[in-house]
């Protein structure tokens, strides 16, 4: 406060009028800013949202081009590596004739904001030794998920492990939105608009020893995630009504 000794120097006049406005604003965020912000969380903040079938229970006969010729099991992993007991990953085997003679179906789902989008397959392949030979973006076509998606972009991966080569596409669906990169999910789940939130990694991969049979893994790679969309959009995640704004 200012004394009878220095109530007329300006340099504490000036020192104390900015303590009183500092003081000022201090009390108008407090009582017009925090509320504000509070309406914002309420009116645009995302909530999240159970899948309608746990995807523990994915129907395996739902995938026409697996069911014959094809043995497959269900793969548990532990929940605190995957921060999510929504996921299902199912291997196939086939007879040693055929090629590929294995081919893996991999999805997780995430619903809570505090939830970070997972690293990619490229990247979990080279911290675990794998040589990443190839990575770019497919487009697929969808026709089983039209007139809503006929194409849709995915990431495509070649990678070496040992003796093996894999081929390796994987997608994102985020509110139901198809998107490919861990940038374009985190711009997705930022965005406003939606009253729930949600964001699932689906893969396919298929191993291949000689370079020859690329073609073939790649193409059984692809239709298994084409099949597994259908049912996981059908049954499994939230619909685009359940997760808009009433």
């Not at 909530?47 to 994915?58: A, G, S, T, W």
């Not at 973006?137 to 998920?145: A, E, R, S």
Request: aromatic share 12%.
């Amino acid at each position: 406060m200012l004394s009878r000794k220095n109530i007329f120097n300006p340099v504490y006049i000036l020192a104390d009028v900015r303590f009183i406005l500092s003081a000022a604003i201090l009390t108008v965020c407090a009582l017009v800013l925090n509320p504000a912000i509070s309406a914002l969380s309420r009116n645009y903040g995302k909530k999240p949202i159970d899948v309608r079938k746990p995807l523990k229970n994915f129907d395996i006969s739902k995938l026409p081009s697996f069911r014959d010729n094809w043995k497959f099991k269900q793969f548990r992993a532990p929940i605190k590596d995957l921060q999510t007991d929504e996921y299902v990953h199912l291997i196939f085997n086939a007879g040693p004739a055929m090629i590929p003679h294995r081919v893996e179906l991999y999805v997780t789902y995430y619903s809570n904001q505090a939830d970070k989008v997972g690293h990619t397959p490229e990247v979990c392949a080279r911290q675990g030794g794998a040589i990443v030979d190839k990575l770019s973006t497919i487009t697929i076509d969808t026709p089983q998920l039209a007139p809503d998606y006929k194409k849709i972009k995915a990431r495509f991966i070649i990678f070496k492990e040992s003796n093996y080569y894999f081929a390796d596409i994987y997608v994102f669906l985020v509110e139901g939105k198809f998107r490919h990169t861990r940038e374009q999910v985190r711009w997705a789940l930022a965005m406003p608009g939606n009253r729930y939130t949600y964001f699932s990694k689906i893969e396919a991969a298929a191993p291949y020893q000689n370079p020859e049979d690329k073609n073939k893994a790649v193409q059984t790679a692809v239709e298994l995630l084409r099949e597994a969309l259908v049912e996981l959009l059908a049954e499994h995640f939230p619909t685009t009504q359940q997760i808009k704004k009433p």
